[in-house]
C-alpha cells in the first residue's frame, strides 16, 4: 500500500473554479491553491423556431476546460511533473448531449435557464410524486436533471439520434482530459434518476419519464479510476499520464466528506456558499411521508447518505452586489459590504431564501422590496439593512430546516459544523449559531477541494474511508468555534420569522 501521492483536486463551482495541489506523505497533508477563476453563465435573447423571444442561460463550458488545462499549466511550474491522480468535482445538475463523434448537440444550459420552470409539474404528471421520491429520495427542484431531460425529449427530440449521449457536468470535463463517460454515485443520485437503494439508474423512472437507458453514463463508485491524462495532453501541459479518478463529483459531498465530524449521529453540517446545503449524515436513505413533506433529499455520500436539504445561500447578497454594480458603474469589494451589513437595522424584515421570486431574478433588491411588499412588510430603506436582513433570514432558515431535519430523522443534533466557502464568514457563523442555539464549527473553508483530494487518496489506496483522513483534515486547517449568545432575542426573532415563513 502507498504511502504517499501528489493530486490535483479541481474544484468547479456555479460562480469560478479552483485547482489545488494536495500532496499526502507519512506527516500529514497539504493542499495548495495554485489557479483560480470566475466565470457565470452567459444570458442571451433569441427567438425559437416560432419567431418567439426567449432569454436562455447557458455556460461556457469550453472557457471552463481552457482553465481546467491552465490550472495543469500551473501545478507543471508550482510543483513539478510528477502527479499520481486527478479528480474534478463541480455543481450538482446540468450537462451535454454529444454525438458518438464527440460533437456536443449544443451548449450546456445552466440551471437556472427558465425553459425548467414548469417542468417538475410536468415530470409528476408522468409518474407518482410519492413513487419518484420513494424509489429516488430526491425532493422536487427545477433544475433536477429528470426536468432537464423530460425538457429534451419533449422540445429535441429529433436530435437524439444513433450514439447520442448525456455526459453529466464532471463526466464532460472528465472526459475532455481522457476519463471514461462515467459518473459517480454522489452526482447521479441528485438527478432525480437514481435507485437511492440499489445505486443505478431506475429503470421505472426511466421508463415512465420516457428516456433511454443507453444515453446516460455508467455510475461508479467515488474513488474509482474512469482513465488516466490522454498522451497528447499530458506531454503539451508537462505532466505524466496521471490517472483520473472519480471523486465526489458533487461538490456537496465531497465538502461534508472533509467535514471534521467526531460524532456523525449528533451533528448537522452545512456547505455554505451560493447555496446551502443543510443536513446530516445517515447509514440509508429515508424516503417516507414527514421527509417527503419537508422536501428532504437524500443524497449519494461517500459510504453514508446526506439527508438534506437544498437552499438558497449567499446567492442573494452576490446579486445584490452585481446590481448595485449594474446601477453605480463599480463593484463594491467584500469589506465594504461587510462594513454595510455591520451598520443595517437588525431584524428589520423576515425574508424566505428559498421564495420563488429570489430563484433568478433580474434584480435583487428589486426582488427584495416585492417579497416584503407581498407579506406586508416594510421594505429595508438602506443596502446595509437589506444585507443584514438577508443575513439574518439565512441563519433563522438554517433553524427552520434543522428542526425538520431532527424531525424526520428521529434524533436530536447539538453542533453545527459549517464548511466551504461560506465558513469563512464569521458574521454568518455567528447568527448561524444564535438562530439555532446550537455551538458552530466552522471550516474548512476549501472543504470540497479537501473532500475531493480526501478521495482521491481512496482511490491510490493510501487510505479506506474519509473518517481516515479527519486528524490529517483537523492539523492542517484552521477551525473556529462560535457559541450561541443573545439567546431572548434570537428567540423572539425567530417567532416573528415563522409568522412570515411558514
Known amino acids: 500500500m502507498p504511502t504517499s501521492a501528489r493530486v490535483i483536486a479541481v474544484d468547479l463551482g456555479a460562480s469560478g473554479g479552483k485547482c489545488f495541489a494536495g500532496a499526502f506523505d507519512g506527516n500529514g497533508f497539504t493542499l495548495t491553491e495554485i489557479?483560480?477563476?470566475?466565470?457565470e453563465a452567459v444570458t442571451v435573447h433569441v427567438p425559437d423556431r416560432s419567431g418567439k423571444v426567449e432569454e436562455r442561460a447557458y455556460w461556457d463550458d469550453l472557457l471552463i476546460h481552457r482553465n481546467v488545462v491552465e490550472g495543469l499549466h500551473a501545478y507543471k511550474r508550482q510543483v513539478g511533473s510528477g502527479v499520481d491522480s486527478i479528480?474534478?468535482?463541480?455543481?450538482?445538475?446540468?450537462g451535454v448531449f454529444v454525438t458518438e463523434d464527440g460533437v456536443p448537440l449544443g451548449p450546456m444550459y445552466c440551471y437556472r435557464d427558465h425553459r425548467l420552470d414548469g417542468m417538475v409539474e410536468e415530470v409528476k404528471a408522468k409518474i407518482d410524486a410519492a413513487k419518484i421520491y420513494g424509489i429516488t429520495g430526491i425532493h422536487f427542484q427545477p433544475f433536477n436533471i429528470s426536468n432537464q431531460m423530460l425538457w429534451f425529449l419533449e422540445h429535441r427530440r429529433d436530435l437524439l439520434r444513433r450514439g447520442v449521449r448525456f455526459l453529466p457536468a464532471p463526466t464532460l470535463f472528465g472526459w475532455y482530459l481522457g476519463a471514461e463517460a462515467a459518473?459517480?454515485?454522489?452526482?447521479?443520485?441528485?438527478?432525480?434518476?437514481?435507485?437511492?437503494?440499489?445505486?443505478?439508474?431506475?429503470k421505472e423512472v426511466l421508463h415512465a419519464l420516457g428516456i433511454p437507458g443507453r444515453v446516460l453514463p455508467r455510475i461508479v463508485a467515488p474513488g474509482t479510476v474512469i482513465g488516466e491524462l490522454r498522451a497528447g495532453l499530458a506531454e503539451s501541459v508537462g505532466l505524466n499520464p496521471a490517472r483520473i479518478i472519480a471523486v465526489g463529483s458533487h461538490d456537496t459531498a465531497s465538502a461534508f466528506a472533509a467535514a471534521p465530524v467526531s460524532r456523525p449521529a449528533g451533528a448537522l453540517i452545512i456547505s455554505s456558499g451560493t447555496w446551502s446545503l443543510i443536513g446530516r449524515l445517515i447509514p440509508r436513505p429515508l424516503t417516507g411521508p414527514e421527509a417527503m413533506a419537508a422536501n428532504l433529499s437524500n443524497e449519494g455520500g461517500i459510504g453514508n447518505v446526506r439527508f438534506l436539504k437544498n437552499c438558497m445561500g449567499t446567492w442573494l447578497v452576490q446579486e445584490l452586489r452585481r446590481a448595485w454594480r449594474a446601477r453605480d458603474g463599480r463593484e463594491m469589494d467584500w469589506e465594504e459590504m461587510n462594513r454595510l451589513t455591520g451598520q443595517g437595522r437588525p431584524f428589520a424584515v423576515s425574508l424566505d431564501p428559498d421564495d420563488q421570486g429570489f430563484y433568478n431574478p433580474q434584480n435583487m433588491e428589486a426582488a427584495i422590496v416585492d417579497f416584503c411588499r407581498r407579506t406586508s412588510q416594510e421594505p429595508p430603506q438602506d443596502r446595509g439593512t437589506m444585507l443584514r436582513s438577508v443575513y439574518e433570514s439565512l441563519a433563522l432558515k438554517y433553524r427552520v430546516v434543522a428542526e425538520q431535519i431532527q424531525a424526520a430523522s428521529g434524533s436530536p443534533v447539538s453542533v453545527i459544523h459549517i464548511v466551504g466557502g461560506g465558513s469563512k464568514n464569521a458574521f454568518?457563523?455567528?447568527?448561524?449559531?444564535?438562530?439555532?442555539?446550537?455551538?458552530?464549527?466552522?471550516?474548512?473553508?476549501?472543504?470540497?477541494?479537501?473532500?475531493?483530494?480526501?478521495?482521491?487518496?481512496?482511490?491510490?489506496?493510501?487510505?479506506?474511508?474519509p473518517a481516515d483522513a479527519r486528524s490529517m483534515i483537523q492539523a492542517a486547517f484552521p477551525i473556529r468555534e462560535f457559541t450561541p449568545k443573545e439567546s431572548d432575542t434570537w428567540e423572539k426573532a425567530y417567532a416573528r420569522y415563522r409568522a412570515v415563513v411558514k
Open 87 to 94: 479528480g474534478i468535482d463541480t455543481w450538482g445538475s446540468d
Open 35 to 39: 489557479h483560480r477563476f470566475s466565470h
Open 428 to 465: 454568518l457563523n455567528q447568527l448561524a449559531a444564535n438562530a439555532c442555539h446550537m455551538k458552530v464549527v466552522a471550516g474548512p473553508e476549501e472543504a470540497t477541494a479537501v473532500g475531493n483530494a480526501v478521495v482521491q487518496a481512496m482511490g491510490l489506496e493510501l487510505i479506506r474511508k
Open 183 to 202: 459518473v459517480d454515485s454522489t452526482w447521479a443520485s441528485v438527478t432525480q434518476l437514481m435507485d437511492a437503494r440499489r445505486r443505478k439508474w431506475s
